[in-house]
């Protein structure tokens, strides 16, 4: 994680990643319908581009339903399944099956 000097006062007590991403976004993102909103339309909208790494796609939506997770809203894992296989490319049809 990259983070300013001036924010290291912040955070440096927390052991992950993980808490002190929550600790930052818990003091500066605004918990706003728009965010929320904002947030779920790109988790809705996100599209895996052809051959491009299902690692990095899996990491894009975790990322986006951490967030959401993090102001109250948390995605269900049916849901994430079935945006998932919506944001595959075709070449993946073949592994998909419904």
Known sequence: MCIADSH???VQDYASAHEMWAS???RYQRNTTAT???LI???FNLKMAEGS???DHLNNMAELASRLAL???SVDEEYMIAILLN???PSWDS???I
Request: with cysteine.
């Open 8 to 10: 290291l006062a912040e």
């Open 41 to 43: 339309k790109q988790l």
């Open 95 to 97: 592994f998909v099956s």
């Open 71 to 73: 102001l109250k809203r």
């Open 53 to 55: 790494s299902i690692g």
């Open 24 to 26: 930052l976004c818990g």
């Open 36 to 38: 929320k909103v904002y």
């Open 87 to 89: 944001s595959l490319p």
